[in-house]
């Protein structure tokens, strides 16, 4: 099913969940003809990827800040989101086969889907095999450090720290505005796990790392 975005929820619907899945935008409006003729096909052709593609669509006319960073000239304009950034798109009504071909050419391989399949695992070992064949991929990353920091044993911080590093050269192809936002994000995700609990059960922090974690985060924003 696709997904109405607006000006307000487009961070959130499009540019950060396209870290993850790739998202086909289609800018629209209701008296647009062309668009009622491609807006089926579309959705057809989305919906057969089983959620490995997921279609948002936007009314130009009620969301005019969309419109301005994808400096729409026309519709139907449809774009494909990945990473954060744009990768590919079309303008004008387009066949079923046409789309079909734009949409199969964000479809993960199979060496793709079997990484994410290993992240998802999310156990040291699939974690690690995953960043054997993908170095730069944040979500393993993240995974990874957050996981090292909570166990805390001999090496464990100092190999957190390293991989915390690394996240600005993971997400060094995103647009800047956005990796700033990711960073800091996936940054604190880090962090937090170097928390420990305190008798009552509140957080508190671990004097022992907290100077460094902060010292690698501060590294990894200023490294942009």
Not at 32 to 48: F, R
Not at 151 to 159: L, N, Y
Not at 207 to 215: I, K, T
Request: aromatic share 4%.
């Amino acid at each position: 099913m696709p997904i109405d975005v607006s000006d307000t929820t487009f961070q959130t619907e499009v540019l950060d969940r396209s870290q993850t899945t790739p998202v086909v935008v289609d800018l629209w409006a209701p008296w647009c003809g062309p668009c009622h003729q491609l807006g089926p096909i579309i959705e057809k052709v989305v919906d057969e990827t089983a959620g490995k593609v997921v279609l948002a669509k936007v009314n130009v006319d009620e969301n005019p800040q969309v419109s301005a960073a994808f400096r729409v000239q026309g519709i139907p304009a449809v774009y494909a989101v990945s990473g954060g950034k744009v990768v590919d798109g079309f303008i004008g009504a387009q066949g079923e086969t046409a789309v079909r071909e734009f949409v199969d050419r964000l479809l993960p391989s199979e060496a793709e889907e079997e990484i994410e399949k290993l992240v998802a695992a999310g156990d040291e070992t699939s974690l690690r095999q995953a960043l054997e064949r993908q170095p730069d991929h944040a979500g393993a990353i993240v995974a990874l450090a957050e996981l090292l920091a909570g166990r805390g044993g001999e090496g464990d911080i100092d190999e957190a720290l390293g991989l915390l590093e690394r996240i600005c050269r993971a997400l060094g192809e995103i647009d800047l505005d956005v990796r700033s936002a990711k960073v800091q994000t996936l940054g604190d995700r880090v962090v937090d796990a170097f928390y420990v609990r305190g008798a009552d059960g509140a957080k508190v922090t671990d004097p022992r790392h907290m100077a460094e974690v902060e010292r690698a985060l501060l590294h990894a924003l200023d490294s942009e």
